[in-house]
């Protein structure tokens, strides 16, 4: 079992839904990360945080230290949003990080 | 800034050959690594470093040699190059443990894709 997990692994959406992409990790962390990767390849790092709640602009991301669950949240997607999304979870152990497969999210005009 | 660069972008070797993998970074980081991206699995951590001079092994070490001379350049090598080592390679770095803080920003550069045939 992997030691962060994502859901769903592929999304459909059409442009203006919500959208959410959940990850679960089983390691005791200081830090979790949600990146972006552009079909290009590049990676962007979009939110850090050991703590509830981060927005921008419409984007949200919230975690739940006791549940160890993560969510990323997307409203009024649009077909620009597409990429893959990842989780990475910063262990207590140090600064590496250990990364979720991912979330390849396709939103529909 | 430049940020995170990486050099090639793009590398085809033969089995066997030997090559390097550049990465330089221009924001003053301590922390720097190296990753590849298979399909269907998540970025898995080849080396890292946590300041000049200092590099250790993460989850899949073999067949990979770094150095960390200076704080802005951490080369990826490849001793001889085999098939199993075709992938996308990342390199990234942050400025960990900041004024207690043990946590950073990942900054990520372009990618290298490299095939071996």
């Known amino acids: 079992k992997n030691e962060v997990e994502q859901s769903p692994q592929n999304l459909t959406a059409q442009e203006g839904e919500f959208i959410t992409i959940n990850c679960s990790y089983s390691?005791?962390?200081?830090?979790l990360h949600w990146l972006q990767q552009h079909p290009g390849g590049g990676i962007v790092s979009l939110f850090m945080?050991?703590?509830g709640k981060k927005k921008h602009g419409r984007l949200i991301a919230t975690i739940n230290i006791q549940e160890k669950h993560s969510s990323l949240h997307i409203t009024a997607s649009h077909p620009r949003d597409s990429a893959v999304y990842i989780c990475?979870?910063?262990?207590?152990?140090?600064?590496?990080?250990?990364f979720g497969e991912g979330t390849q999210l396709t939103v529909n005009p | 800034n430049a940020g995170v660069t990486q050099t090639p972008k793009f590398q085809v070797l033969k089995t066997g050959q030997s090559m390097t993998l550049q990465c330089a970074q221009d924001?003053?980081?301590?922390?720097m690594s190296w990753y590849r991206q298979d399909p269907g699995m998540g970025l898995r951590l080849i080396h890292y470093?946590?300041?000049?001079?200092?590099?250790d092994q993460g989850e899949v070490p073999n067949g990979y040699n770094v150095s960390r001379s200076t704080t802005e350049d951490f080369p990826l090598r490849l001793l001889s190059a085999a098939p199993s080592q075709t992938s996308v390679y990342f390199c990234?770095?942050?400025?960990?443990?900041?004024?207690?803080?043990?946590?950073?920003?990942?900054?990520f550069g372009p990618g290298t894709r490299l095939t071996v045939l």
């Open positions: 990234a770095s942050s400025r960990p443990n900041l004024l207690g803080v043990t946590y950073n920003e990942q900054f």
């Open positions: 390691v005791g962390i200081s830090a």
């Open positions: 945080l050991s703590s």
């Open positions: 990475a979870v910063e262990e207590t152990s140090g600064s590496r990080l250990t």
């Open positions: 924001m003053n980081h301590e922390y």
């Open positions: 470093s946590v300041g000049a001079g200092i590099t």
